[in-house]
């Protein structure tokens, strides 16, 4: 009996570490929710506090909440800036056939473009270009850095 | 390059009738390759300098790359050269058939030149040592620099008369040539010959360009360029130089090839976010539009006859591959394995569509019949993509591309053949890092 109840509290011990280590890595490769990015590396800004980037799932163009948060603070910069115009890049991760990669870059740019348009900002101030997978904002061939480039990225052009 | 066909000036001297002669099954993956003998071309001691050449080795020069083509097939085994029993001209003229038999040899090239008047004359001849009998022979002429092709086009007469098909010697590979890290690639057209050799860069690299395609009779390429930032498809002419841009989109297009008879191109032109097919015929410039669908619809591949267009959509939710009659109507899905399914890239006999197949984080290049039957998967890797078939429908080239560190070291991409047997993959041969491969046709056809 006492072995086994030492037995027992061993292995609760190992349980533990076994979670609290799930826990670090999952924050380490983290900033990752469902597979979409949500942490501010690589993130740039077009003005305090208005980031220029939104991220997405794989094969999805649908904006996802904080996206669509982003986007709103994007729209307010441009109404305060009539005579800004941007152009939104679309991008996608390496994961995927080239040509395929170009048609949902341009996807999730429309998305974003779209997006933007609902709040106010007129369609002739936002041009899309997709990239597709030929412009990695992270190199790497991981998850974390796949997030990072399935991005659209709101650039000002002038 | 017609230019450089007008010298064929082919005469058949004896095509003997073969009877129960060695023949070649390519039809299934050969684990016992042909040995073969390739004697040196004899140079004829008339033979003149020309431009620098080096005529005295140029037999032997031209055997090396026959020899190259047919080791690179995987159906024949090329023999080493030291253990050859006959003076190059003498077996020309009349092998000593017991002889070669016994160093194992079941067939013969034998051959002769002569450099003359800035003419370079040449003949071969195939033998079939176990029926001690000549299978066929030839003669031609053309100027000296033409040397390499001349060594292509013997090494398809060659491959023709063993295998029953067409070979797939005299051909050229354009692709998109890679260099700088990951992050920051400079991309130019490049185009060479099958076996790498005479490589030539046709952008200098200012603007990103994308997936090269050959028109049939391979004087014109279809690619997509990101000149002046706006993403378009261009038409090149190889000969002169000459760029445009095809039709007057506003918006993105790509995704090109031409269609079988070269007066059309096939592509996707992508409007307010949507992707969808059209065609635009080169001399009239009417566009057409062929899919109309809320999904991306991309990767067009007309069938060889012309009447039908495969191609990958995800209106099912994922990428999966489509047949069209060449209007538009009649769409049918024809993948529903697992997995997701794309570059459909239809196979100049007709009979098979190659794709790219990505399940489970593995990319695969495989094969299946038109309507989707019969999938073979003929290579896995961590990525790959793009098939483009060799003339004769026999082979696959495409690309692949390495897993790359945190900070993108170890990137690396590549041009790889795979014979449609699963069999003989390997990588071929190029100057720089290479992708989006397309090999022409027949150039001496």
Same mark, same amino acid.
């Given at each position: 009996m006492i072995f086994n109840k030492n037995l027992k509290n061993v292995l609760l011990v190992i349980f533990a570490t076994l979670i609290l280590? /799930?826990?670090? $890595?999952a924050k380490k490769s983290g900033d990752i929710d469902g597979d979409v990015y949500t942490g501010t590396e690589t993130v740039k800004y077009l003005a305090s506090g208005v980031p220029d980037r939104v991220f997405f799932a794989t094969n999805k +163009?649908? *904006? #996802? #909440?904080?996206?669509? /948060? $982003?986007l709103r603070?994007? /729209?307010?910069?441009?109404?305060?800036? =009539?005579? *800004?115009?941007?152009?939104?890049?679309?991008h996608a991760d390496e994961r995927g056939t080239r040509e395929y990669n170009l048609a949902l870059g341009e996807r999730r740019a429309n998305a974003a473009r779209d997006y933007l348009m609902t709040y106010g900002i007129s369609g002739k101030r936002i041009s899309v270009i997709s990239y597709g997978k030929e412009k990695p904002v992270n190199p790497a061939s991981s998850p974390l850095a796949w997030s990072q480039n399935r991005r659209s990225v709101? !650039?000002?052009?002038n | 390059m017609k230019k450089l066909l007008y010298f064929f000036i082919l005469y058949l001297f004896l095509f003997g009738k073969s009877f129960a002669l060695i023949e070649i099954d390519i039809t299934r993956g050969n684990l016992d390759p042909l040995p073969i003998a390739i004697s040196p071309l004899h140079v004829d001691i008339k033979s003149q300098n020309y431009d620098g050449m080096k005529i005295k080795v140029l037999g032997e020069d031209i055997s090396k790359i026959i020899e190259d083509n047919f080791r690179s097939t995987g159906l024949f085994n090329p023999l080493k050269k030291e253990a050859f029993v006959q003076k190059p001209d003498i077996a020309h003229l009349k092998p000593r058939f017991e002889d070669w038999r016994l160093i194992k040899a079941q067939a013969l090239v034998t051959g002769k030149l002569l450099v003359k008047d800035g003419k370079l004359k040449v003949e071969f001849r195939l033998w079939d040592l176990a029926a001690a009998k000549e299978m066929t022979a030839l003669a031609f002429t053309t100027t000296p +620099?033409?040397?390499?092709? !001349?060594?292509?086009?013997? +090494?398809? =007469?060659? %491959?023709?008369?063993l295998t029953g098909e067409e070979g797939y010697f005299d051909t050229r590979i354009i692709y998109v040539a890679e260099n700088g890290p990951k992050n920051q690639r400079v991309k130019k057209l490049a185009i060479m010959d099958q076996d790498g050799a005479n490589t030539k860069y046709l952008t200098l690299g200012n603007e990103l360009v994308l997936t090269p395609r050959f028109n049939p009779t391979n004087q014109m390429v279809t690619y997509m360029s990101y000149f002046r930032n706006m993403p378009r498809v261009y038409l090149l002419d190889i000969e002169t130089g000459t760029q445009e841009v095809v039709g007057n989109f506003p918006g993105m297009t790509f995704a090109p090839r031409f269609s079988p008879d070269g007066k059309k191109i096939v592509m996707s032109f992508a409007k307010d976010g949507n992707s969808d097919i059209y065609t635009m015929e080169l001399d009239s410039r009417v566009v057409e539009k062929i899919t109309e669908h809320s999904s991306i619809d991309t990767s067009p591949s007309f069938s060889p006859d012309g009447k039908y267009i495969a191609f990958n959509s995800d209106r099912s939710g994922l990428q999966q591959i489509y047949v069209m009659r060449s209007d538009g109507s009649g769409v049918k899905r024809i993948t529903f394995g697992n997995g997701i399914y794309g570059t459909p890239v239809w196979s100049?006999?007709?009979?098979?569509?190659?794709?790219?197949?990505?399940?489970? +984080?593995?990319?695969?290049?495989? !094969?299946?019949? $038109?309507?989707? #039957?019969g999938e073979r998967l003929l290579t896995e890797n961590y990525y790959q993509e793009a098939p483009s078939w060799s003339p004769n429908g026999r082979v696959l080239v495409f %690309?692949?591309? $390495?897993?790359?560190?945190? =900070?993108?070291?170890?990137?690396?991409?590549?041009l790889w053949s795979i014979d449609i047997t699963g069999y003989n993959e390997k990588r071929l041969k190029t100057e720089t890092d290479a992708s989006d491969p397309s090999w022409s046709s027949l150039l001496s056809k």
């Open positions: 280590s /799930a826990c670090s $890595t +163009s649908s *904006l #996802t #909440t904080a996206s669509r /948060a $982003t603070k994007q /729209a307010t910069y441009l109404r305060k800036n =009539k005579n *800004l115009n941007v152009t939104i890049e679309g709101t !650039v000002k052009v | +620099s033409n040397w390499r092709r !001349v060594a292509h086009i013997i +090494s398809d =007469k060659i %491959y023709e008369r100049p006999r007709g009979d098979l569509i190659a794709f790219t197949k990505m399940h489970k +984080s593995k990319f695969y290049i495989g !094969v299946m019949r $038109t309507d989707g #039957t %690309y692949r591309e $390495t897993k790359s560190g945190s =900070k993108g070291e170890g990137f690396s991409a590549k």
